[in-house]
């Protein structure tokens, strides 16, 4: 975050940089205080849990992930394959949440045994913490007074070497973690928690990489061991971080919550221990087994080109997971956070004991089959360069990840997942980051179908994969059906078919031009080469192109055909449904067979599309002026009948994320051909700004409006009698919906201009890859913002389609108008905080942005924020923090090597507190005030909307949440605000590891994102979750209540000064070179 976006950390990420950490008995000696320190907090933070905790037998919070009676029935209704169940959706009585769901019966065997162990263990606690505070009833404001003091000491006593500081990083790594499981089972939603934990581990992951290799987890790192990664000393010292972090965190939550909110760790209502353990034994496999291929394997560690997608493979299985099995057990995948929900029974009396066995299980399966599916690895350097996979080894591959695809799908199905699509996506992309060097990670016979005719899959080939394929689909709905027999939904029969009131052409139709779009990603950014201006020839982002194609088909399509994009998972369904109880029948036997026709005629189809967009993979001197123009005409087709399918039958919780997921993948697709505009507004920004010629600028809207019309007149025929239509929403009027489309079309173009044209972020030999990322999640930002207001089109082309009835004569021509405005004023920003643009390239490469320029790019960052922040609010949008997290995202992606883009002045007290003078104190200044400016302008114009909006007689003032007192809000601030002020710090002002080839990181602002993604779902119900002075201080500005404004400012504050202190513990390396270069 100074002028250039700093480096995250090391590639090799599982294992400190030397892969093999050495510690010294002399060391052990040195340091024994930090021994006892850990030692006496690990006995404070079982007391402080003990102390809260209820008495085992009452009517508490189990430790199982699900979802919570606060979603939304159209939610499952959207969601991927929901419309297959045959029977009313089954009403979910208590609260659940990813790592959390209460229900009625605790610990189904052994619970007497249990609660009296458990009761005796309290009562023994109580009485060390009694001692310690005095009574048992100071002990709790006395806990709470100790976090800070306590956090703190054992960072100073971890870092007083660089050789303790790996150690430092495994427990605040394991400690942010486990906080944030802790509170997002007590005060979040079901609907997000599963991706809220999965964004922080992904975040302190990429934190802590370089320094201890970020493991967060003993089974993790007992598959380093036995996979020869790790020394076995430092594998157990390694357990004893992890562990203390997770109690440590463990007794903040019991400080922080009521003792009502606390969990029970047990698998959920009518799952045995078997499944629980089952599940936690499956899960743990797949994230071990990601973490070796990812973050281990030399195919994808080059070590002079390492991936940067490590991290986002790794977390994301908790998505994958959390939502499958979270209502079954709960979805611990790591002992340390197993023992710390049970730490009422010490960590290992309770159900952690099971699922801790159950999860090293897992973790000693997948070395095992890691070393299956990559002999490779153990050969001698020469027999590994001339090493081509195996056909076995390839059809291992296919096996293992269509099986954990279609585990997941039917899983979720079983369990009523509110986020199923977003759950397969996130199965798909890890296993695709895991094993596309492998068989190419097809997982799909219509992909594999579209790689034969492409020419990239022999017949030979093909012919095994689709019979890996079914076959693994099958024995995963076979298993499947072993968790639906225990299941609530038990008596429903799973099948493929057409949802309700949808019949099979119309199912068969969306299937197969779902799966094309699918098949055409796969084609366009895993079978084509690097562009050239990209220095890595690691493709960072191409599993998560593929799997957002899952997400947006599965959420656009869901209600009408399944959503399922691929005949393996229609087969594993199909058994699915004859597993069921009670059911002997051929379940949809025709349906499935006529869907899956049409997905692999869809993959057919996308290889011929294919060969016509992009015409250099057949001939290196074909002409593409005919094909850019036919990539921009199917990338706006494609995004407006998905826009069309999700506003007709869609949710409104997750629209916005499905045309944003299509929107990223058409990008990366169309990108190398046509530069992916997809949008009139944003090739008037580029012929504005010089960066394309007019000429082009008219073919291209030629292009993009003849898609974007014929898509809306397909969606009409389809679809019909249900019609689009285009207005302003509830109680706005035309001026609020015209003033929304221009504010969010000029921040989509103008992050545009800065990610996909300026020369600092696109050098001739180093080009960035995140360009297509920052530009799709504009639509998360705004959608969720701006979608009840104006319905979010963002684009002449969309409302265009959208408004086809009227032949976008009717509020689409007004909306076209409103969004080349927008684009006019995107051109104008981009010049003011880009001036350098102009410049010769000379006098390009001296320049260096002056202090207004840079308060000019926190201002506009801060702004659209708080603005996105605002309007969340006051539309009370399902996804606030969500929304949040990519305007975030694409404003740091566009403004990092202009401002820093700090956009918080807690960021910039991080930045200046942790050295190295990465922001002068002048600087920091300025770029505080103008924050607080910002977000007070951006808090006003939100008070404009909601005065004029539905909520308009609702208050959305800056307190604490209902049942929290100041206090507990205030530390939830500070704990969240430390965790994204420590992430900034390391992954954006660190060195660039010698393994990074690009100088354009990959993943610096989705990391950093990903930290409002998790703070605001884990503690938006106490504190409102805003981790930033200049949000509060908009959220105060909407409703004029700044009443707790300075309260949550400081806190805030203090988190952002917590986090440099725990950065210098962490990361000494930074600052021993920093001082031998002065020296």
């Not at 607080?932 to 008070?943: K, P, R, T, V, Y």
């Amino acid at each position: 975050f100074g002028s250039s976006a700093g480096a995250p950390g090391s590639k090799r990420r599982i294992a400190p940089i030397s892969w093999r950490p050495s510690w010294s008995m002399t060391t052990l000696s040195a340091h024994r205080p930090s021994m006892l320190g850990g030692g006496l907090l690990l006995l404070l933070a079982a007391g402080c849990v003990a102390q809260h905790h209820h008495t085992p037998g009452n009517d508490k919070r189990d430790c199982v992930s699900g979802y919570d009676d606060s979603c939304n029935e159209e939610d499952a209704d959207s969601s991927l394959l929901q419309s297959k169940l045959s029977a009313s959706k089954l009403a979910v009585a208590d609260r659940r949440s990813a790592v959390g769901v209460a229900f009625d019966a605790v610990a189904p065997s052994g619970a007497a045994a249990n609660a009296s162990s458990s009761l005796a263990g309290q009562n023994s606690v109580q009485a060390l913490l009694s001692s310690l505070t005095g009574s048992s009833e100071g002990g709790a404001v006395a806990t709470r007074l100790l976090i800070i003091p306590a956090f703190l000491i054992v960072l100073a006593l971890c870092g007083l070497s660089q050789t303790l500081s790996k150690y430092a990083a495994e427990f605040v790594g394991t400690f942010v973690l486990v906080l944030t499981v802790f509170c997002c089972i007590m005060t979040g939603s079901g609907t997000w928690n599963a991706l809220a934990i999965a964004c922080v581990l992904m975040a302190m992951i990429y934190a802590t990489g370089s320094v201890s290799g970020a493991n967060l987890n003993p089974a993790v790192s007992l598959t380093l061991g036995l996979s020869g990664v790790l020394t076995w000393d430092v594998v157990i010292k390694y357990w004893v971080s992890q562990l203390l972090g997770g109690f440590v965190a463990a007794g903040c939550a019991a400080a922080l919550f009521p003792a009502a909110d606390l969990p029970v760790l047990a698998p959920a209502a009518g799952f045995t221990g078997v499944h629980a353990v089952i599940a936690e034994l499956l899960y743990t496999f797949m994230l071990c087994f990601v973490v070796l291929n990812c973050a281990v394997s030399k195919r994808n560690n080059d070590p002079k080109d390492g991936n940067e997608f490590f991290a986002l493979a790794i977390g994301f299985v908790i998505v994958a997971g959390g939502y499958a099995v979270g209502g079954i057990s709960g979805a611990a995948f790591n002992p340390a956070v197993a023992a710390a929900l049970d730490v009422h029974h010490w960590g290992i009396s309770g159900w952690s004991a099971g699922y801790g066995m159950a999860e090293f299980a897992g973790a000693a399966l997948a070395s095992l089959l890691y070393s299956v599916v990559r002999p490779d690895e153990s050969m001698p350097q020469e027999q590994f360069r001339r090493y081509v996979p195996i056909l076995s080894a390839k059809c291992f591959s296919e096996f293992l990840g269509t099986f954990f695809l279609v585990l997941t799908v039917c899983l979720n199905l079983i369990t009523e997942s509110p986020a199923v699509a977003l759950s397969a996506a996130s199965a798909l992309m890890c296993m695709v980051y895991s094993l596309g060097d492998v068989s190419g990670a097809h997982f799909n016979p219509a992909v594999t179908a579209a790689c034969v005719v492409r020419g990239k899959c022999s017949i030979g080939d093909a012919l095994a994969f689709l019979f890996t394929q079914l076959s693994a689909g099958v024995l995963a709905g076979l298993l499947s059906g072993l968790f639906h027999a225990a299941s609530k939904t038990k008596e429903i029969t799973f099948g493929i078919k057409p949802g309700d009131g949808y019949n099979l052409i119309q199912a068969g139709g969306v299937e197969f031009f779902a799966t094309f779009v699918l098949a055409y990603t796969v084609l366009a950014v895993a079978t084509t080469q690097p562009l050239p201006n990209q220095a890595s020839r690691q493709k960072m982002y191409f599993a998560l192109t593929i799997a957002f194609c899952v997400t947006a088909g599965g959420f656009g399509i869901g209600a009408i055909s399944g959503g399922e994009l691929n005949p393996a998972v229609s087969f594993g369904i199909s058994m699915l449904g004859m597993a069921s109880p009670g059911k002997t029948d051929m379940v949809s036997i025709l349906p499935m067979i006529g869907i899956s026709l049409m997905e692999v005629l869809g993959g057919v189809f996308a290889a011929i599309v294919f060969f016509l967009t992009h015409p250099k993979e057949r001939d290196a001197d074909a002409p593409e002026e005919i094909a850019s123009m036919l990539c921009e005409f199917v990338g706006t087709f494609v995004l407006v009948f998905t826009v069309g399918c999700c506003v007709l039958t869609g949710s409104g919780t997750w629209n916005a994320t499905a045309i944003a997921s299509v929107l990223m993948a058409m990008i990366y697709a169309t990108g190398p051909v046509s530069g992916g505009n997809l949008n009139p507004a944003v090739s008037l920004s580029l012929g504005l700004s010089g960066n394309i010629k007019y000429a082009k600028v008219f073919k291209y809207w030629v292009a993009q409006l003849l898609g974007g019309s014929l898509a809306g007149a397909a969606v009409h025929a389809l679809l019909a009698p249900k019609a689009l239509s285009l207005e302003p929403g509830a109680s706005y009027t035309a001026w609020h919906a015209v003033l929304a489309e221009f504010i969010y079309t000029a921040m989509l173009c103008f992050v545009v201009l800065n990610v996909a044209a300026s020369r600092r972020n696109n050098p001739p030999h180093n080009g960035n890859q995140f360009f297509a990322l920052a530009i799709g999640f504009v639509i998360v930002a705004g959608g969720y913002a701006a979608g009840g207001i104006s319905g979010a089109c963002f684009n002449p082309a969309v409302a265009l389609g959208v408004d086809i009835k009227r032949f976008g004569l009717g509020w689409g021509f007004v909306w076209g108008l409103a969004e080349l405005s927008g684009a006019v004023l995107a051109v104008l920003l981009y010049r003011l905080v880009r001036p350098d643009e102009t410049l010769s390239e000379v006098e390009a490469a001296e320049y260096t942005a002056s202090l207004p320029t840079k308060c000019a790019s926190e201002f506009l960052g801060t702004f659209m924020l708080v603005l996105t922040v605002g309007l969340n609010v006051v539309m009370a949008s399902p996804a606030t923090a969500w929304s949040a997290a990519a305007a975030l995202m694409s404003m740091i992606y566009s403004l990092g090597s202009v401002s820093g883009a700090h956009f918080n002045p807690a960021v910039t007290l991080a930045i200046v507190a942790g050295g190295r003078n990465k922001c002068p104190g002048k600087d920091a200044v300025a770029f505080s005030l103008t924050q607080i400016i910002a977000g007070i302008l951006a808090g006003l114009l939100c008070a404009g909307f909601h005065t004029a909006g539905p909520n308009a007689e609702k208050t959305f003032a800056l307190q604490p949440g209902e049942k929290y007192d100041a206090l507990g809000a205030g530390l939830c601030e500070m704990l969240f605000t430390f965790v994204l002020g420590y992430v900034v710090l390391a992954v954006a002002t660190t060195k660039q590891p010698q393994q990074q080839l690009s100088k354009q990181p990959f993943h610096f602002a989705l990391a950093i994102a990903s930290c409002v993604t998790a703070g605001g779902n884990a503690v938006g119900a106490a504190s409102g979750g805003e981790l930033n002075p200049a949000v509060a201080i908009g959220v105060a500005a909407q409703d004029l209540s700044f009443g707790f404004f300075v309260s949550f400012a400081l806190w805030e504050l203090l988190g952002g000064a917590l986090a440099a202190v725990a950065f210098r513990a962490t990361h000494r390396g930074e600052f021993v070179e920093d001082l031998s270069e002065k020296a």
